[in-house]
């Protein structure tokens, strides 16, 4: 995790780009230091915030060593030990009871002090109440109003202590808080400070605002994030509670800056200063004070937040190497570059905190209210800071903020906003939807009168851009509102999304769960799941199919639509997308991988394994263009669990829309590479125009299963779009021959083979054989021979069954055949089964989940196949030791001379031919067998995911290189 997080190309780009980084190596190791810590703090952050942290702080730590030289002094006498330094500005009210806390100090402090209270000018009777203090060894300093740096500067300038103790006005120290600080300043070296601990007062019960600035967003303290009884850096020198050596302090010919005209950061800027002598701060918890500070009007926090970003400008301009904690230049220019396509909006920044207000003010509690409204303060009060930090610089109006705030966070916060509404009901709330439906362009409310499973909805659909979930619907658009406990997927909703923005309007779409045809709505309890348009003059409507629902109920015939679920009149219309944006990883390379469909066959169990494999290296996209029947069977759940879209463009677009549909997906994904791996007519015939689509991805092609018919026919006529991929997969070596023979450079072609699926072979090698049996239903007296694949013309499955039938023929009752699998020809199948009265000698499974356990029971696997590549069901049954007997197809021949465990049949499509070497193959089992057996564990690790896999790693890297070198 670490590794995949730190040693990414933005760290790669900047440790090249900074003349102080000496070497990527030195960058890493201290991004790996700081990952280990944050795991050991039990901190989440999102990658790029740790990158970004990882960047400051190595700056910094290059700028001035944290642990460098340690400031040193001649020892001297002192009038006192401590001075408590206090600014102060309108307390009157609160020293009262501070007044009578102080005492309690006195009484249990063992050293010298002196309390120094400087008022900034106060217009009430600051002044006159601590004037009347006469118990406690007070020092009462008057100034002008100049804020809290100017004032805490004359107090110190008059301090008498060795060490000083800065703390706040609205700040209760327990009774032994001088004690604490000051021997445990003396017990460290002079040029350490103390940091003490500040919770809140016990008479103040926070509310999710104190909460959040304190302990979750720490936009006020992060006393909850430090490691006790260690050293913190300059970022903590939080003037609330801290003590330092006063002639250390004092070696600063400035101590707190006054050009910071309002209070925010003078005392992290001097904290900076201090850090570049040697300071470190110790942090010690048990130094502890109560925060007298009810924090409960958000606009006010907001404006604290705005201060911040305003002074942040000043620490930037006094130390220009802290823009990698400030960020100020980079807000700025980011802000200016979102002013280059500005729009008015109807969005009030107000609303907003007026929603927040309104759930603070009513009382209303909960872990999961609670985090929501977190989610929205954080996102606030980041704006607001950001918006300090313009204020010179751009000076915005409300306008302007508006259309920021709508252009770069109003979706963050959206589905936040909703959930606290369903709790806290506000008119303006109904303000900032109405905002959000026109700015983004709300594509899907997903509606129900269930308060309960309305709120289980929002967690599934959280964070999905252009879906609001509500108890009403408030906007025109599409509306789904799922029976309880059938809500569809977050990626069915995707390719819901796509559908709706790619422009096709509708008035009904009716969603038809699993695998029926489009004239046939899979449904449940025999009703039909539809979303519907409010429009209610749009009277067409599309059947969209999702593979992956569950379908579990009766059918509904829909008999006017078209080839691709469409009703009647809307044929052919051309499609004006409209702009859609989904979550996507960006500190991964995202990979579409386009197989023709997700049925259940070689191919794609492949595809399968490498994305299951390489998935936490790369985001994948499954696209499929096909028309996918009930008969091939479906991988799409297996897909949706691996990747972070499945998107069928058959079921989204007619056939001329194709394109659009690719376009709104590349777009929104923006793929680092395209992946075919296995072709279909449409991308025969749009060779070219893939390529320019994906002119600046890297487009590998995996697609030939035979040297002579299908795709292999694009490579023989030098097809152009094809000749301008970038890099060339090969499955077997008769096909690497026939890519490079049609002028392919060799160098740019991989012969990579298909995988093994490891886990379900180990599961199947830990059961016995009698075990298996009894799984599948068979009787473990017989010895069976197996076929496994797709019921196809590729495949010959109707060969299997003629010859299954001389081999009883001729060996009579002492074998079975088993065949599984599914396709068109499964009708024929069981009409030859009949004909040839073999029922009751071959067996027949549709689907097997795993087919190590089928194969691994069986005396041997047999294909009649026309064309392979090198088949992964042959691949399995060998690993397990099961021999094989097939067509010389691909590269089978070689290895069954390379590991001895097979033979092939002498001609293709003669049964007597497979008869005769069927014969052959039993006469010398007993060999083939020992050698299947002997080399199953080779077979195994030649073919296993972790081999396999790297090498498809290298062939997408080479195909970056080769894009990058042709400059596409």
Same mark, same amino acid.
């Given at each position: 995790?670490?590794? *995949?997080?730190?040693?990414?190309?933005?760290?790669?780009?900047?440790?090249?780009?900074?003349?102080?980084?000496?070497?990527?190596?030195?960058?890493?190791?201290?991004?790996?230091?700081?990952?280990?810590?944050?795991?050991? %703090?039990?901190?989440?952050?999102?990658?790029? /915030?740790?990158?970004?942290?990882?960047?400051?702080?190595?700056?910094?730590?290059?700028?001035?060593?944290?642990?460098?030289?340690?400031?040193?002094?001649?020892?001297?006498?002192?009038?006192?030990?401590?001075?408590?330094?206090?600014?102060?500005?309108?307390?009157?009210?609160?020293?009262?009871?501070?007044?009578?806390?102080?005492?309690?100090?006195?009484?249990?402090?063992?050293?010298?002090?002196?309390?120094?209270?400087?008022?900034?000018?106060?217009?009430?009777?600051?002044?006159?109440?601590?004037?009347?203090?006469?118990?406690?060894?007070?020092?009462?300093?008057?100034?002008?109003?100049?804020?809290?740096?100017?004032?805490?500067?004359?107090?110190?300038?008059?301090?008498?202590?060795?060490?000083?103790?800065?703390?706040?006005?609205?700040?209760?120290?327990?009774?032994?808080? &001088?004690?604490?600080?000051?021997?445990?300043?003396?017990?460290?070296?002079?040029?350490?400070?103390?940091?003490?601990?500040?919770?809140?007062?016990?008479?103040?019960?926070?509310?999710?605002?104190?909460?959040?600035?304190?302990?979750?967003?720490?936009?006020?303290?992060?006393?909850?994030?430090?490691?006790?009884?260690?050293?913190?850096?300059?970022?903590?020198?939080?003037?609330?509670?801290?003590?330092?050596?006063?002639?250390?302090?004092?070696?600063?010919?400035?101590?707190?800056?006054?050009?910071?005209?309002?209070?925010?950061?003078?005392?992290? #800027?001097?904290?900076?200063?201090?850090?570049?002598?040697?300071?470190?701060?110790?942090?010690?918890?048990?130094?502890?004070?109560?925060?007298?500070?009810?924090?409960?009007?958000?606009?006010? =926090?907001?404006?604290?937040?705005?201060?911040?970003?305003?002074?942040?400008?000043?620490?930037?301009?006094?130390?220009?190497?802290?823009?990698?904690?400030?960020?100020?230049?980079?807000?700025?220019?980011?802000?200016?570059?979102?002013?280059?396509?500005?729009?008015?909006?109807?969005?009030?920044?107000?609303?907003?905190?007026? +929603?927040?207000?309104? +759930? #603070?003010?009513?009382?209303?509690?909960?872990?999961?209210?609670?985090?929501?409204?977190?989610?929205?303060?954080?996102?606030?009060?980041?704006?607001?800071?950001?918006?300090?930090?313009?204020?010179?610089?751009?000076?915005?109006?409300?306008?302007?903020?508006?259309?920021?705030?709508?252009?770069?966070?109003?979706?963050?916060?959206?589905?936040?906003?909703?959930?606290?509404?369903?709790?806290? @009901?506000?008119?303006?709330?109904?303000?900032?939807?109405?905002?959000?439906?026109?700015?983004?362009?709300?594509?899907?409310?997903?509606?129900?009168?269930?308060?309960?499973?309305?709120?289980?909805?929002?967690?599934?659909?959280?964070?999905?851009?252009?879906?609001?979930?509500?108890?009403?619907?408030?906007?025109?658009?599409?509306?789904?509102?799922?029976?309880?406990?059938? #809500?569809?997927?977050?990626?069915?909703?995707?390719?819901?999304?796509?559908?709706?923005?790619?422009?096709?309007?509708?008035?009904?779409? &009716?969603?038809?769960?699993?695998?029926?045809?489009?004239?046939?709505?899979?449904?449940?309890?025999?009703?039909?799941?539809?979303?519907?348009?409010?429009?209610?003059?749009?009277?067409?409507?599309?059947?969209?199919?999702?593979?992956?629902?569950?379908?579990?109920?009766?059918?509904?015939?829909? $008999?006017? +639509?078209?080839?691709?679920?469409?009703?009647?009149?809307?044929?052919?219309?051309?499609?004006?997308?409209?702009?859609?944006?989904?979550?996507?990883?960006?500190?991964?390379?995202?990979?579409?991988?386009? @197989?023709?469909?997700?049925?259940?066959?070689?191919?794609?169990?492949?595809?399968?394994?490498?994305?299951?494999?390489?998935?936490?290296?790369?985001?994948? &996209?499954?696209?499929?263009?096909?028309?996918?029947?009930?008969?091939?069977?479906?991988?799409?759940?297996?897909?949706?669990?691996?990747?972070?879209?499945?998107? %069928?463009?058959?079921?989204?677009?007619?056939?001329?829309?194709?394109?659009?549909?690719?376009?709104?997906? *590349?777009?929104?994904?923006?793929?680092?590479?395209?992946?075919?791996?296995?072709?279909?007519?449409?991308?025969?015939?749009?060779?070219?125009?893939?390529?320019?689509?994906?002119?600046?991805?890297?487009?590998?092609?995996?697609?030939?299963?035979?040297?002579?018919?299908?795709?292999?026919?694009?490579?023989?006529?030098?097809?152009?779009?094809? =000749?301008?991929?970038?890099?060339?997969?090969?499955?077997? /070596?008769?096909?690497?021959?026939?890519?490079?023979?049609?002028? &392919? *450079?060799?160098?740019?072609?991989?012969?990579?083979?298909?995988?093994?699926?490891?886990? *379900?072979?180990?599961?199947?090698?830990?059961?016995?054989?009698?075990?298996?049996?009894?799984?599948?239903?068979?009787?473990?007296?017989?010895?069976?021979?197996?076929?496994?694949?797709?019921?196809?013309?590729?495949?010959?499955?109707?060969?299997?069954?003629?010859?299954?039938?001389?081999?009883?023929?001729?060996?009579?009752?002492?074998?079975?055949?088993?065949?599984?699998?599914?396709?068109?020809?499964?009708?024929?199948? %069981? #009409?030859?089964?009949?004909?040839?009265?073999?029922?009751?000698?071959?067996?027949?499974?549709?689907?097997?989940?795993?087919?190590?356990?089928?194969?691994?029971?069986?005396? $041997?696997?047999?294909?009649?196949?026309?064309?392979?590549?090198?088949?992964?069901?042959?691949?399995?049954?060998?690993?397990?030791?099961?021999?094989?007997?097939?067509?010389? +197809?691909?590269?089978?021949?070689?290895?069954?001379?390379?590991?001895?465990?097979?033979?092939?049949?002498?001609?293709?499509?003669?049964?007597?031919?497979?008869?005769?070497?069927?014969?052959?193959?039993?006469?010398?089992?007993?060999?083939?067998?020992?050698?299947?057996?002997?080399?199953?564990?080779?077979?195994?690790?030649?073919?296993?995911?972790?081999?396999?896999?790297?090498?498809?790693?290298?062939?997408?890297?080479?195909?970056?290189?080769?894009?990058?070198?042709?400059?596409?």
């Amino acid at each position: 995790m670490i590794q *995949k997080i730190v040693f990414n190309h933005k760290i790669r780009s900047f440790a090249k780009k900074i003349p102080l980084v000496k070497s990527t190596y030195r960058f890493y190791q201290h991004g790996i230091n700081l990952l280990r810590k944050l795991r050991e %703090d039990g901190f989440f952050y999102t990658s790029y /915030s740790i990158y970004y942290r990882i960047k400051s702080e190595y700056m910094l730590s290059r700028i001035f060593d944290i642990s460098g030289s340690e400031y040193s002094r001649e020892n001297r006498e002192y009038e006192l030990d401590v001075s408590v330094i206090i600014p102060t500005y309108n307390r009157s009210v609160l020293l009262l009871p501070l007044i009578e806390c102080l005492r309690e100090v006195h009484k249990a402090t063992e050293y010298r002090y002196e309390i120094i209270f400087s008022d900034d000018g106060s217009s009430d009777d600051t002044v006159a109440v601590l004037k009347n203090v006469i118990d406690l060894p007070l020092v009462v300093l008057q100034n002008e109003h100049g804020g809290a740096a100017k004032a805490r500067n004359n107090a110190i300038s008059v301090a008498r202590g060795e060490k000083l103790l800065i703390i706040g006005d609205d700040i209760f120290p327990n009774p032994q808080i &001088i004690n604490q600080h000051y021997r445990k300043l003396k017990e460290l070296p002079v040029c350490k400070a103390v940091l003490g601990n500040i919770i809140w007062h016990k008479d103040i019960t926070p509310n999710v605002l104190m909460k959040h600035i304190t302990e979750i967003g720490q936009e006020q303290f992060s006393f909850s994030s430090l490691k006790e009884h260690g050293y913190v850096d300059f970022r903590h020198f939080y003037t609330c509670n801290i003590s330092i050596d006063r002639d250390f302090l004092l070696s600063e010919d400035i101590i707190f800056d006054e050009r910071f005209y309002k209070y925010n950061f003078e005392d992290i #800027e001097l904290g900076y200063r201090l850090a570049k002598k040697g300071m470190q701060i110790y942090f010690y918890p048990e130094a502890c004070g109560e925060h007298h500070h009810s924090y409960r009007d958000v606009r006010k =926090f907001c404006t604290r937040q705005e201060v911040a970003g305003e002074m942040a400008l000043v620490f930037k301009k006094l130390h220009n190497e802290v823009e990698y904690l400030v960020c100020t230049d980079s807000i700025v220019h980011k802000w200016k570059k979102y002013l280059n396509h500005f729009r008015p909006t109807n969005l009030n920044i107000e609303d907003i905190i007026a +929603v927040c207000q309104h +759930v #603070e003010d009513s009382g209303v509690k909960g872990n999961e209210l609670e985090e929501h409204l977190s989610v929205i303060y954080r996102t606030l009060f980041r704006f607001f800071y950001e918006k300090g930090v313009v204020s010179k610089e751009i000076n915005p109006d409300d306008k302007v903020l508006s259309f920021i705030f709508a252009e770069r966070y109003l979706n963050d916060i959206i589905s936040a906003l909703a959930f606290i509404n369903s709790f806290a @009901p506000s008119a303006a709330f109904d303000s900032v939807v109405g905002a959000y439906a026109e700015i983004v362009g709300v594509r899907l409310y997903i509606s129900s009168k269930d308060d309960i499973y309305l709120n289980e909805l929002r967690k599934v659909y959280s964070g999905l851009p252009g879906v609001l979930v509500f108890g009403d619907v408030c906007g025109t658009g599409y509306v789904y509102s799922p029976r309880i406990g059938f #809500e569809i997927s977050r990626l069915s909703i995707m390719q819901l999304l796509v559908f709706i923005g790619s422009g096709a309007s509708v008035g009904r779409i &009716i969603l038809s769960r699993g695998l029926g045809s489009f004239k046939e709505t899979g449904t449940i309890g025999g009703e039909v799941d539809i979303v519907y348009n409010t429009d209610d003059t749009i009277k067409s409507f599309k059947v969209l199919r999702l593979f992956s629902e569950q379908r579990d109920g009766t059918s509904a015939n829909y $008999a006017t +639509v078209d080839e691709h679920g469409f009703s009647v009149g809307i044929n052919k219309k051309k499609l004006l997308p409209l702009p859609l944006s989904f979550p996507v990883k960006r500190e991964k390379p995202t990979v579409f991988v386009i @197989p023709s469909i997700l049925a259940v066959g070689g191919v794609e169990r492949n595809t399968a394994e490498i994305v299951s494999t390489l998935k936490d290296r790369y985001n994948f &996209i499954a696209i499929t263009f096909e028309n996918h029947r009930p008969e091939q069977g479906s991988l799409h759940r297996v897909f949706e669990q691996l990747c972070d879209g499945v998107f %069928d463009i058959w079921e989204l677009a007619q056939r001329e829309n194709f394109i659009t549909v690719l376009k709104m997906l *590349k777009d929104i994904y923006k793929p680092q590479i395209v992946w075919i791996c296995n072709g279909c007519p449409w991308l025969a015939e749009n060779t070219v125009t893939l390529r320019q689509l994906f002119s600046d991805s890297a487009v590998v092609d995996q697609q030939v299963y035979d040297t002579e018919a299908g795709w292999v026919q694009l490579y023989k006529r030098r097809d152009k779009g094809l =000749f301008s991929f970038d890099r060339y997969i090969a499955i077997n /070596s008769k096909i690497r021959e026939t890519f490079i023979s049609c002028g &392919i *450079k060799e160098e740019d072609v991989d012969l990579i083979y298909s995988v093994l699926a490891m886990e *379900k072979r180990s599961s199947a090698l830990e059961l016995s054989r009698e075990e298996k049996c009894n799984k599948l239903g068979l009787d473990p007296a017989y010895k069976y021979f197996v076929f496994i694949g797709r019921l196809t013309a590729q495949k010959a499955p109707l060969d299997i069954v003629l010859l299954s039938a001389k081999i009883k023929e001729k060996f009579g009752d002492d074998y079975r055949f088993i065949m599984a699998g599914n396709g068109e020809l499964n009708a024929a199948v %069981d #009409e030859l089964i009949n004909e040839q009265e073999l029922s009751d000698y071959i067996i027949r499974f549709e689907f097997v989940q795993n087919t190590f356990e089928l194969s691994s029971i069986a005396e $041997a696997i047999v294909f009649t196949s026309l064309y392979e590549g090198l088949s992964i069901a042959l691949l399995e049954a060998l690993s397990v030791g099961t021999p094989g007997i097939s067509t010389n +197809v691909g590269d089978t021949m070689l290895v069954f001379e390379k590991y001895k465990n097979g033979v092939c049949f002498e001609k293709t499509g003669e049964i007597d031919s497979y008869l005769d070497s069927f014969t052959k193959f039993i006469a010398n089992y007993a060999y083939i067998k020992k050698n299947a057996e002997m080399n199953k564990h080779r077979i195994a690790e030649d073919f296993c995911t972790e081999k396999i896999s790297l090498q498809y790693v290298q062939c997408f890297n080479k195909a970056l290189i080769h894009l990058r070198n042709t400059g596409k």
